[in-house]
């Protein structure tokens, strides 16, 4: 049972350099998910997508970019990488008609992300 | 934007003890949601309440809802070293918005 997965677990980007995060689940949910975790903090929500083809903007989507050409991928592109990018992201999945809400269900293992 | 604040931040008991940790917000919400997360994985969905007074019990875990939906608790009964880690309460509006509170870090010593 593979879940969500993301790649890579851990990754240090120089100041300026671009990179995708890869978000994969094998549930056939439609709705994906991508957050961000700074120590101590609670998630703070990037984007989502409600289905392949549908993104929409969260709470912090300065920076970042995401697209959904297939239920199955969701990934996250930092174009242009700053130290305040550095942080944990997680991606996240809920089956489409989950009546309690839109809250994600599955998380991934996060990514690591540092900006030096 | 809805605030979750939860309480306390920090807590570290000896094994055994009970404890209960606290979601509040001045914010009505649809459902609520509470997560474990351990250090290094991701977060891992504990229970949802949708009903104003719900009380959930899981195991040795409590979960219950504000009659007015805007808090919720978390009461934990002999507390295990197992039980250590990040409690995340998650709070769900009609619109499909989630807002997550900054968590209570538990420590369980055996």
């Known amino acids: 049972n593979a879940g969500v997965t993301q790649t890579p677990k851990f990754r240090i980007l120089k100041i300026g350099q671009s990179m995708t995060l890869q978000c994969t689940q094998d549930?056939?949910?439609?709705?994906m998910y991508w957050y961000r975790q700074d120590p101590g903090m609670g998630l703070k929500l990037i984007y989502y997508?409600?289905?392949?083809?549908?993104?929409d903007k969260g709470e912090v989507p300065n920076g970042y970019n995401v697209s959904r050409s297939t239920t199955e991928d969701f990934p996250l592109r930092l174009e242009l990488a700053a130290p305040s990018q550095t942080s944990v992201y997680f991606c996240?999945?809920?089956?489409?008609?989950?009546?309690?809400?839109?809250?994600?269900?599955?998380f991934g293992d996060g990514t690591r992300l540092s900006i030096l | 934007t809805q605030l979750l604040e939860q309480s306390p931040q920090f807590l570290s008991i000896q094994e055994g003890e009970n404890l209960t940790v606290y979601c509040n917000s001045s914010?009505?919400?649809?459902?609520l949601q509470w997560y474990r997360q351990e250090p290094g994985e991701g977060p891992v969905l504990l229970v949802t309440?949708?009903?104003?007074?719900e009380v959930k019990k899981l195991k040795r875990l409590t979960f219950q809802f504000g009659d007015a939906r805007k808090d919720s608790s978390l009461h934990i009964t002999a507390a295990q070293p197992g039980d250590t880690g990040l409690y995340l309460c998650?709070?769900?509006?009609?619109?499909?918005?989630?807002?997550f509170g900054d968590g209570t870090t538990l420590t369980v010593k055996p």
């Open positions: 996240a999945s809920s089956p489409r008609y989950y009546k309690i809400g839109n809250q994600p269900q599955h």
């Open positions: 997508s409600v289905g392949a083809g549908i993104t």
């Open positions: 914010s009505v919400f649809s459902s």
């Open positions: 549930m056939n949910h439609n709705y």
């Open positions: 309440v949708v009903t104003g007074g």
């Open positions: 998650a709070g769900n509006t009609n619109a499909g918005k989630s807002t």
